[in-house]
């Protein structure tokens, strides 16, 4: 189990503001889970435009949340850092249901679980909390490509 800060993320996910949302891992366990947090903030760059009256974190960022989740616990199981060369990236999404809005002050729990793997396709259970209580849930299909 460790504990992963921001620097080390950075070093295995691509992505940058506004679209980095992993502030941080708690803890992993390579080839089974990862539990992870997002700090919901009200100066959210989507918060603007998406029902600006009442904030609502639009559901597809919190699955693009839990998908970065997945490249995390993806490459630590692999014991590889990430090369310029690969590219992890969410290729499929089931059974997707959303319990629950996401608002700025909340801290998305994040969790992603290890149902399969191949030599490149990985599914993944995945959930997102706050304050105990799920607000999303789906399976995820995640591939590693290299870069064409």
Request: with cysteine.
């Amino acid at each position: 189990m460790s504990e992963m800060y921001i620097e080390e993320i950075r070093r295995f996910l691509p992505h940058r503001y506004p679209f980095l949302l992993i502030d941080r891992v708690l803890e992993c366990t390579p080839g089974e889970t990862l539990t992870a947090i997002k700090n919901v903030s009200v100066n959210e760059p989507f918060f603007n435009g998406h029902f600006p009256e009442t904030p609502i974190m639009p559901g597809v960022l919190i699955i693009e949340a839990l998908a970065q989740a997945t490249g995390l616990l993806g490459f630590k199981t692999m014991s590889e850092e990430p090369s310029d060369d690969l590219l992890y990236m969410l290729v499929g999404v089931d059974n997707v249901r959303f319990k629950r809005q996401v608002v700025p002050g909340d801290q998305l729990m994040l969790k992603a679980i290890v149902k399969r793997q191949s030599k490149v396709i990985w599914k993944f259970y995945v959930e997102a909390s706050v304050d105990g209580n799920i607000v999303t849930t789906a399976d995820l299909l995640c591939a590693a490509k290299e870069k064409e």
